[in-house]
């Protein structure tokens, strides 16, 4: 059992029309915990008839919601980021304890989420339409914008708190109601947010949050007219097959899938500044993150004094382990791949015998395109290096992938940075920076990486229809 200063928090049930509820046949999914592999919870395993069950409260919420005054939505979300900032520890620990990830990393991905409560909460006061010059004088032309209806809200579990707090607050602040699938692996925190939006008052059915079989709720949020969009976080191939289903019904869609992203390192830049950065971007949560560095292009001429000190700094590095087992070897599978074909590993590259989802931190070198992890998302601890000689060469390595959600680079020339951040084909482009998502910021990929934008005033239009009102007749 969790160690929690209120226990309360830990919610094993689904959240549905502000009732918490076991699933109809009584299933249970074990929640392990990935330092130990021993079960630490068992939650409600749902399926078609339960998803039914949320979707329709969703519905029967939406027509009293949308009508509620963005003041007033405002202060519930208010309220509702009051209470996770007052449980912010309890909530940390939850998130440590089903994702594994160190408590200090757990503490910063619970304000993260907070965070996006608390931009969203003000947000919802600043939905605006339009006036516009209309085309003959007995007519006035304006634009509304209006909340899109139900959202299905679809979660990793590598941010099983921020994830969720980054789609569930904007939707609430244009007005619509949710019905949310967590990543089975990683449902406690789902539900602890959950628990803690009905003691801030957010009306019955506003939020339902339930887990069990995904593909049959996949099935259903999908295929049900009365969703109007649905918003996933996760791996592109999922996204492709959701977008594929959302189709039938003409769903809106946001998506924020995998990525690739290049870490450029160029001879002008602070080499120290550089190595710290990578080290933050790749080895953050193990590497599991969509936003990690996959790719660390340097040139030439500082390579070797750049891997010496990446070598050393990773080597001191104590990780947390990967999700699952599978995760492990699939990320050991990477680096096989690359030794076999010529690569050299300057430090890591084991698995832990005590504990086999935990990987060394592992720096590759002599790394080429051809090899696996040039081309795949690692997701795990392992920073391929690349030499490059110029500038345009490091940009078509960079840009050599279908991927575009997140790019880095370190140059200290100001005419370099315009030319490279324009030239990278990515969503997100960091100069001398790798700490790059915040709540204020629109988050999102191009290409392959997905669409949509998450944070930001531009994150409110996700769920905002906009509607244009012609009144005419009024030359009289």
Request: glycine share 8%.
């Amino acid at each position: 059992m969790l160690q929690l200063d209120d226990a309360t928090l830990l919610k094993t049930q689904a959240l549905i029309n502000n009732h918490w509820v076991d699933a109809i046949d009584n299933a249970k999914i074990d929640v392990l915990g990935p330092a130990s592999g021993q079960s630490i919870a068992a939650v409600a395993c749902c399926d078609t008839l339960e998803t039914q069950q949320a979707i329709d409260a969703a519905q029967d919420a939406f027509e009293t919601w949308r009508t509620v005054p963005a003041k007033q939505r405002s202060q519930l979300l208010r309220d509702w980021h009051s209470l996770c900032v007052l449980h912010a520890e309890d909530l940390a620990t939850i998130v440590t304890a089903e994702q594994g990830k160190p408590l200090a990393e757990a503490r910063g991905e619970v304000a993260y989420g907070n965070s996006y409560i608390e931009w969203f909460a003000e947000e919802a006061k600043r939905v605006r339409g339009d006036t516009i010059a209309p085309p003959s004088d007995d007519k006035r032309v304006i634009t509304l914008k209006q909340p899109v209806g139900v959202v299905a809200c679809i979660t990793p579990w590598n941010f099983p708190n921020a994830m969720l707090a980054r789609k569930i607050a904007p939707a609430l602040a244009a007005g619509c109601t949710v019905v949310c699938k967590p990543a089975n692996e990683t449902p406690l925190s789902a539900l602890a947010l959950g628990e803690l939006a009905v003691r801030a008052g957010i009306p019955p059915g506003v939020i339902n949050i339930l887990c069990g079989h995904t593909e049959a709720i996949g099935e259903v949020l999908t295929q049900s007219p009365q969703v109007r969009k649905l918003t996933f976080t996760g791996s592109t191939k999922v996204g492709k097959f959701l977008t594929r289903q959302c189709a039938q019904t003409m769903k809106r869609t946001s998506m924020e899938l995998g990525g690739n992203a290049p870490f450029i390192v160029f001879d002008d830049a602070d080499l120290e500044l550089a190595v710290a950065g990578a080290v933050a971007s790749k080895f953050r949560n193990a590497g599991q993150t969509c936003v990690c560095s996959n790719r660390i292009l340097v040139q030439d001429s500082i390579h070797d004094a750049f891997v010496d000190q990446l070598t050393k700094a990773a080597a001191k590095l104590s990780l947390g382990p990967l999700i699952e087992e599978s995760a492990a070897a699939d990320v050991m599978s990477l680096i096989d791949n690359a030794t076999a074909n010529g690569a050299k590993i300057t430090t890591g590259g084991t698995r832990s015998t005590d504990n086999p989802r935990v990987i060394s931190p592992t720096v590759l070198t002599d790394v080429d395109p051809s090899m696996r992890v040039f081309n795949e998302e690692i997701f795990g601890p392992v920073a391929p290096i690349y030499r490059f000689k110029g500038e345009s060469q490091a940009i078509e390595l960079a840009n050599q992938t279908d991927y575009g959600l997140a790019s880095y680079f370190y140059t200290e020339n100001i005419a370099r940075a315009w030319r490279v951040s324009e030239a990278l084909e990515f969503g997100i482009v960091g100069i001398n920076e790798t700490m790059i998502s915040n709540e204020m910021a629109p988050f999102g990929g191009i290409k392959e990486s997905g669409v949509g934008r998450e944070g930001s005033h531009y994150g409110l239009d996700e769920y905002l229809e906009i509607k244009y009102v012609c009144h005419g007749a009024l030359a009289r």
